[in-house]
């Protein structure tokens, strides 16, 4: 499996909002959970928001409910992460994650157990 999350990082003002895109391709890729972890400067990386493999269940860290939105695209083998009210507190390297079968919270937040990465995206939250 392959993941790639490219898209949509970059600077944004306090209040903004960015969009960020993990498509994967492969082998089972409809099969796999995604998640999104971010590690900002200085920091350990940490859990943000994940999606089970059905879409059914989704999950996020409590710095993001309420302003941050992940879902996915089957036919389009992609995972978005739609991050609204940023804030300076948000700055980070973003990265997606995929384990097959991921369908449980513990699941979502663990991330030695994820089988793949994408390279990361920077997000900057500045005025």
């Known amino acids: 499996l392959r993941c790639s999350c490219r898209r949509g990082g970059g600077l944004v003002q306090p209040g903004g909002s960015l969009r960020l895109s993990c498509a994967a391709s492969?082998?089972?890729?409809?099969?796999?959970?995604r998640s999104w972890f971010r590690q900002a400067p200085g920091k350990e990386r940490g859990f943000v928001a994940g999606?089970?493999?059905?879409?059914?269940?989704?999950y996020y860290a409590d710095s993001v409910k309420g302003r941050f939105t992940i879902s996915r695209d089957s036919a389009k083998n992609t995972a978005y992460l739609e991050m609204n009210s940023l804030n300076p507190e948000d700055t980070a390297v973003y990265y997606c994650?995929?384990?097959?079968?991921?369908?449980?919270?513990?699941?979502?937040?663990?991330?030695?157990?994820?089988?793949?990465w994408g390279k990361g995206t920077q997000v900057t939250v500045s005025s």
């Open positions: 994650a995929a384990k097959k079968y991921g369908v449980y919270y513990y699941e979502a937040v663990d991330a030695d157990g994820m089988q793949y």
């Open positions: 492969g082998p089972d890729v409809s099969f796999y959970s």
């Open positions: 999606i089970s493999w059905s879409g059914q269940d989704v």
